[in-house]
């Protein structure tokens, strides 16, 4: 049994100066003090630190965490020792001495936790370390890194499977913020978890409202957001490339907005620097990639603004859950249109890796469109996706303002016709804006040049506008009814098209919100 002064309720107070568990923070904590292990998945900002923090500090032995997050180590440590808690790391980042002096620490017991990179545990000396100190428990923290896409540190997790057979007889927690159940069971197996206990948080964020709009004039949109409902806000925009993050970066900054620009590309002072201000300042917007954010604990962040459309719905989770930690009210907006999708479409078909990674990876952007697409409630959507079932939340755009669905199935056939004849032309490249002058008749110097007032479909769409083809092209890509192929962004027709224009397969769109008067205006003539 435990001391009584060590009780985890009483180091919560003692140590860390809370006064009650959030969620499922005491169960976890009392399952491995008791020596269990465990799978927790916990969405960001939930408090998954403490999970194997206390239970460190409860058991005899120094805690051993795993953490990919380098650039934190220090900062956590920092944070620890100011509570009192003796911690140390080790990681590529260090000097020898220093190296020198955690190890002796750890050897003589004087360490409540530890921090580790995970290629440090492929290290043979690193391991010989660890069987001459005392070890209380491992902690796997970020454990989806394990999973099969997309993740650097894949090999040197894949190699944490080796703790259990090393050190049968330590508890073993792995956390991570993002999993469905198909990574949760990855996890389990690729660890050797299989006798861990999960405990799967709700991933509900109802502080969160939802929203994603059609991408127009994404700076005016963006203006508008932040005049509109955050002025004076703390936020963070994402952008896909560093270029577009130093452009918006300089927009904003031009609009009288203290907007910082962070970015891999940025050199390490410049990218410490501004991150420091935005924790510190109030009201400071990062304009970022996905670079940005992991391991940031900045409570008031107001708005999450995404001027690109997210590769998958975890990675939009992950970077929406950064606003609002401190359970007020908090935007997660997204504009995305057309382009976004041909150039996803596009990135995924060029990249390098094997058919089963593409398909991985064209899998995770379908989710993505699934979910800007709808017209169901964003957050039972998104929920749904985590395996978790929800009601509609009644605070998100579509549950505010249901939007409008359409018979699309004539609007479609007329876009694949279309399509149909033009892949006749193959060598060429037509990209939407083509299909779009096509529809509308008009007689541009690119239709004339290809004899494209010649075909039967010249003209068969003025009863639509510029804007709506684009939305009907961006749909029917997002349902599968049309892919981009190459390098150039072309279209081509899907199995799933034919059952269009030859089965009598009807097509359900969504309509978008109207626009302003002012953007409405590019209507064919
Ligand atoms: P995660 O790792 O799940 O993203 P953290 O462990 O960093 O989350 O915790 C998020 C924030 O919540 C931190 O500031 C942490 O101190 C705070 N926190 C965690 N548990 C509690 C609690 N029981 N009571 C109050 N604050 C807590
Ligand atoms: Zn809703």
Request: charged share 25%; hydrophobic share 40%.
């Amino acid at each position: 049994m435990l001391p009584v002064a060590t009780q985890p309720i009483e180091v919560l107070n003692r140590v860390f100066g809370y006064d009650a568990f959030r969620g499922e923070q005491a169960e976890i904590i009392d399952h491995v003090t008791g020596g269990g292990d465990a799978l927790v998945l916990m969405p960001t900002g939930g408090g998954k630190s403490l999970c194997y923090q206390i239970p460190a500090l409860a058991r005899p032995g120094v805690g051993v965490v795993v953490s990919p997050l380098i650039a934190l180590m220090q900062d956590q440590v920092d944070a620890l020792r100011a509570l009192g808690v003796r911690a140390g790391f080790l990681n590529s980042t260090q000097g020898p001495e220093e190296r020198r002096e955690t190890e002796a620490a750890f050897v003589a017991g004087e360490l409540d936790l530890l921090y580790l990179a995970p290629e440090r545990l492929r290290v043979e000396s690193t391991l010989r370390l660890l069987d001459r100190g005392s070890i209380a428990l491992f902690a796997i923290d970020e454990a989806h890194c394990v999973a099969q896409w997309g993740h650097d540190f894949r090999p040197d997790y894949l190699a944490l499977s080796e703790l259990h057979q090393r050190w049968p007889d330590i508890p073993r927690i792995a956390l991570t913020a993002t999993a469905t159940e198909a990574t949760r069971t990855e996890i389990a197996a690729r660890l050797d978890l299989t006798e861990a206990r999960h405990f799967v948080a709700s991933f509900d964020r109802p502080n969160i409202q939802y929203r994603i709009e059609p991408k127009n004039e994404p700076r005016r949109q963006l203006i508008e957001l932040l005049k509109n409902e955050h002025a004076g806000d703390a936020g963070i925009v994402y952008c896909l490339s560093r270029a577009s993050v130093e452009k918006t970066a300089e927009f904003l900054t031009g609009q009288g907005y203290p907007a910082l620009p962070y970015h891999a590309g940025l050199d390490a002072r410049t990218r410490s620097e501004n991150q420091a201000r935005f924790l510190r300042e109030d009201g400071v917007i990062m304009v970022a990639t996905i670079a940005f954010g992991m391991g940031i604990d900045k409570p008031d962040v107001r708005f999450v603004a995404h001027l690109d459309l997210p590769k998958s719905v975890e990675g939009y989770y992950q970077e929406t859950g950064r606003a609002g930690r401190d359970g007020l009210p908090s935007t997660a907006w997204l504009a995305y249109g057309l382009a976004d999708v041909v150039q996803q479409r596009k990135m995924i078909n060029d990249s390098d890796g094997d058919l089963a990674h593409r398909r991985r990876l064209s899998q995770h952007l379908d989710a993505m469109l699934a979910l800007c697409e709808t017209v169901e409630c964003r957050r039972t959507q998104l929920l749904a996706y985590f395996g978790q079932a929800g009601e509609p939340c009644g605070n998100c755009d579509t549950c505010l303002t249901p939007p409008e669905t359409w018979d699309g199935t004539v609007a479609a056939q007329k876009v694949l016709s279309t399509v149909y004849r033009l892949d006749k032309e193959r060598r060429q490249r037509f990209g939407a804006g083509q299909i779009v002058d096509i529809l509308l008749g008009r007689r541009t110097p690119k239709v004339e040049q290809f004899s494209h007032d010649q075909l039967s479909v010249f003209g068969v769409g003025t009863e639509l506008t510029e804007a709506d083809w684009r939305t009907v092209i961006r749909q029917l890509l997002a349902q599968g009814l049309l892919a981009v192929e190459g390098t150039y962004q072309t279209f081509l027709l899907t199995e799933l098209s034919r059952g269009v224009l030859y089965e009598n397969r009807t097509v359900s769109l969504r309509r978008d919100p109207p626009r302003q008067a002012k953007s409405r205006s590019r209507t064919s003539s």
